[in-house]
Every structure is written in C-alpha cells, then in structure tokens.
C-alpha cells in the first residue's frame, strides 16, 4: 500500500529571493499502520536539485507502545520507476526511530545532487506495536543548479 501525499507531483516551490535556493513540503497522514512493505511518498525533488536538508515531522504520538518501537528508513526513488543507485533507499536515515514520537528532526547525511527527478520516501522497517494515526510532514531543502 502506498500512502501519497495529495499533492505529491505538483508542488515545487523557488524563492528567488535566496539565490537559486528551493523549499519542498509534503505530508501524509496514514490511517492505518504503514507495513514493512508500503512506502509514504512525501513530494517530487526535479533533477538538478542539491539536496542539504531533510526535516521529517510528525504531530502526533504514531507509535503508542514500546516494544517493537516503529523504525524507518528514508530515502527516494526515480519518479520514473527506473532504478535507482543502491543505498537511496536510505539515503537520508537507516532504521530510525525518528517517527516514533512526536517532534520535528533534521536528518544527518553529507549533501548531494540529484541528476533526475525523484521522491522522497519513507519505508518501516519495523512496525509500530501499537499506531495511532498522525500527519507526517517531509521538509526538504536544497539549491536548485538545473539538470547537467
């Protein structure tokens, strides 16, 4: 099962303000317990793009109970569908607990480009033991140089 957010393709923004600097939100809010096999797609990040900070944010408390704690890995996938290099599935995080309880983190990972357009993810690798729904918002920013 796939958990979009409803404006996942349209909603790039450009501050012309700050140079070449760009802001990408999106959100989802699942109402049921994401698998280790459904993927949350936040927002679509065009080719071209140097990625320097992804923010992940959740509202409420997801995973209400201890033990298995929710884990999760972040990362994108081409829009495209074709493959993407190994290790974007966790580009960004490995088996966090970042979701676990409610807060706004930064995720640590050294910058880099994008050369196509891809969507930031985010994949279980452990479950909830006990979920309650709750809006998950993704922040990225970055520079927007343009495709090669």
């Known amino acids: 099962m796939q958990f979009n957010a409803p404006d996942l393709i349209s909603k790039p923004m450009f501050t012309d303000d700050d140079a070449s600097a760009v802001t990408f939100t999106g959100a989802v809010t699942p109402a049921t317990s994401p698998a280790t096999t459904d993927v949350l797609q936040f927002m679509k990040v065009p080719a071209g793009t140097e990625i320097n900070t992804v923010i992940l944010q959740n509202t409420g408390d997801i995973d209400t109970n201890g033990v298995p704690t929710l884990a999760v890995n972040v990362g994108y996938a081409y829009v495209d569908g ?23 983190t930064a995720l640590n990972f050294a910058p880099f480009r994008v050369e196509k357009d891809i969507i930031i993810q ?25 495709c090669k």
């Open 82 to 104: 074709s493959a993407a290099p190994s290790g974007a599935n966790t580009a960004f995080a490995a088996a966090s607990l970042v979701l676990q309880a409610p807060g706004r």
């Open 122 to 146: 985010v994949v279980p690798t452990t479950v909830a033991a006990t979920f309650a729904s709750a809006k998950i918002a993704a922040i990225v920013h970055g520079i927007a140089y343009g």
